[in-house]
Every structure is written in C-alpha cells, then in structure tokens.
C-alpha cells in the first residue's frame, strides 16, 4: 500500500462517519435570554468598579477582603523570610525611621494613592525604615478605623514592604505603623 491510498481510505471513512452530520451554524452557545438586572444600585455599583480612574488601578494595590481592624488593635506582617532579629528590631522601635506620613483627614482613595506614593519614594530613596500614622477612628464612636483597616491590606499587597507592626506609643501606638522596606540593589558599574 502507497502512502495516498492510505491517506484516500481515511478521508473515505472520515466521509463515511460524517454522513447525515449538519453543519453548525455559528460557534457560539446558546445561553438564554440575557438576565435584566432591576435593581439600580446594583448597576451604580458595577460601573464604578469599572471605570475606577486608571491612576488608582495603576497602583497595584486593591481593596479586597478588607476585615474591619479595631482601633485598639495591633498589626503585624512580615515576610517569611525576613530574620527575626530584624522583626524584633522593627517592633521594639530600635530601627531608626527616616520618614513619616499622616493620614489623618484623608479619604479612602486619597489614602491609597499617598500610601503609595509614600512607599515608592521611600523605596527610591533607600529609605529602610517609615513611620505611618493612620489614626484610630477614635471620634467616630463605634465605627472600626476604615483607613487602618485598607491599610492592613494594602501594604500587604506591596512588593516593597518586608514587614509592619505597630508603632510604640511615643510615635503612635495603635494608630501608627512602621515600615520595614526593601532594600534597592544597586546595580555594578
């Protein structure tokens, strides 16, 4: 047998197999009737989401799962590679912080973008360690500080911070962080 006659018989069979088989029209699913959604709030909501300005998308950071912290609260995150002399250091206060930002005031989304910013230009500089001040919430009874909450969540999010905690009541106590960053690699000449 030669190489086209085996070829012939494959398409004979293939033709043969195929018999009474229709074509499909197009290659999409048929999914039903689209769902129509009644409530207004629930269209708000989406298109907000979606048309975040692209500066706040930019910064990497989101807040998902936020968990409500408690102004009293302590923080703490590290890597898990960071040292634990290092980490002791840091929630002793026993490394130096060379710069600080206050939240106080802000918004949710101005907070993100100063946070942010705050990072990346501590990072820049080869800044080691910062101070954060987020607050407590304190004259809003019974509400859970929402910045210190967001902030839990974002600096875990930023490939910059090595680790925080809470500060030691002489800069802040519950309602401060300090920042242990990265430290840039200087490239050889």
């Known amino acids: 047998m030669s190489p086209d006659n085996d070829s012939n018989d494959d ?20 999914l039903g009737k689209p769902r129509r959604v009644k409530d207004i709030n629930h269209q708000v909501r989406r298109q ?10 930019d910064l990497g950071i989101s807040d998902g799962q936020v968990r409500p912290v408690n102004p ?9 590679d960071l040292p634990l002399r290092t980490l002791q250091e840091l929630k002793k206060g026993q490394l130096n912080w060379q710069e600080g930002l206050d939240l106080h005031g802000f918004t949710i989304e101005k907070s993100r973008a100063a946070l942010s910013e705050f990072i990346r230009d501590g990072y820049q500089s080869s ?3 910062l101070l ?9 009874e019974g509400e859970v500080p ?5 902030v839990n969540v ?5 490939p910059e911070v090595l680790a925080f905690c809470s500060a030691l009541p002489k800069d802040g106590g519950t309602g401060a962080l300090y920042i242990l960053l ?6 050889a000449n």
């Open 132 to 140: 954060l001040v987020h607050g407590k919430a304190y004259n809003r």
């Open 182 to 187: 990265r430290t840039r690699k200087r490239l």
């Open 11 to 30: 398409q004979n069979l293939f033709r043969e197999l195929m018999k009474g088989v229709k074509p499909v029209k197009q290659n999409l699913a048929d």
């Open 72 to 80: 009293g609260e302590s923080l703490l995150f590290h890597v898990p």
């Open 48 to 57: 907000a989401a979606t048309s975040e300005p692209s500066s706040l998308a």
């Open 146 to 150: 929402s910045i210190k909450s967001h």
């Open 127 to 129: 800044s080691r360690c």
């Open 154 to 158: 974002w600096l875990r999010q930023m």
